[in-house]
């Protein structure tokens, strides 16, 4: 299974409103990801989390807040978020193999989200 | 710091004719180097990847990419384009040393004309 779900597929939220974007693996992956991609542009990285443990923030504002509960999950609470964070949100998986940046990432379909 | 670029935001070819994208990079350390494809409204898949060893890479759906250190590219190819092959490709690198972090070029759009 390469499997890499995300869950809503769709999310329409206001700028007041409080979401969570989720993400599941079940390869025993020790590293996730999350991605932002606007239209027509390559994923941006945001966070990586290695062994649960936060690993990379790409200076993402504070209105992002990404949690690892678990090895197989990944959330990420969205907070006041503005109509320019509209985007295509991705989370990917990796195996994080010691000493090496040669692991494949698994990337799920996405949460396409909206802020009015 | 390290970049790639792919030449070519667009291209058009038509089904059975050769599929060429163009990457290059450009890195103080060995690079590895990956292609990936995202079809509409999915997330990206895995084409290939270049790690060490042999220069020429064979990956899913009939594509292959060729390392040439010397010319710092990775283009991507496929002798013959299928309908199913429009999508949107992006080369991706990751520094030798530890560190998962990928690095995107601008993506390329492949259209596919019957």
């Known amino acids: 299974d390469t499997e890499v779900t995300q869950t809503p597929k769709h999310l329409v939220m206001g700028m007041t409103n409080k979401k969570s974007l989720k993400c599941e693996q079940h390869?025993?992956?020790?590293?996730m990801y999350w991605y932002k991609q606007k239209a027509k542009k390559p994923p941006e990285l945001m966070f990586v989390?290695?062994?649960?443990?936060?690993?990379i923030n790409e200076s993402v504002p504070s209105r992002f807040s990404p949690e690892c509960p678990n090895s197989s999950l990944l959330n990420l609470h969205l907070h006041a978020l503005q109509p320019e964070d509209s985007a295509l949100y991705l989370c990917?998986?990796?195996?994080?193999?010691?000493?090496?940046?040669?692991?494949?990432?698994?990337f799920g379909p996405g949460t396409r989200l909206t802020v009015l | 710091a390290q970049s790639v670029t792919q030449l070519g935001s667009h291209v058009s070819v038509s089904e059975g004719a050769l599929v060429l994208l163009r990457c290059n990079y450009s890195?103080?350390?060995?690079?590895?180097l990956f292609w990936y494809v995202q079809y509409p409204n999915q997330g990206l898949q895995l084409l290939l990847k270049?790690?060490?060893?042999?220069?020429l890479v064979k990956g899913i759906n009939g594509f292959e990419a060729e390392f040439k250190k010397s010319e710092t590219s990775f283009h991507l190819t496929k002798p013959s384009a299928h309908m199913s092959d429009a999508a949107e490709y992006f080369c991706?690198?990751?520094?030798?040393?530890?560190?998962?972090?990928?690095?995107f070029g601008g993506g390329t759009r492949v259209l596919v004309k019957p």
């Open positions: 989390y290695s062994y649960e443990k936060l690993s």
């Open positions: 990917a998986s990796s195996q994080e193999t010691a000493g090496t940046s040669t692991d494949t990432q698994y």
């Open positions: 890195s103080s350390v060995p690079p590895y």
């Open positions: 390869m025993g992956h020790r590293a």
């Open positions: 270049y790690t060490t060893g042999a220069t």
């Open positions: 991706a690198v990751t520094k030798g040393a530890a560190g998962n972090k990928l690095t």
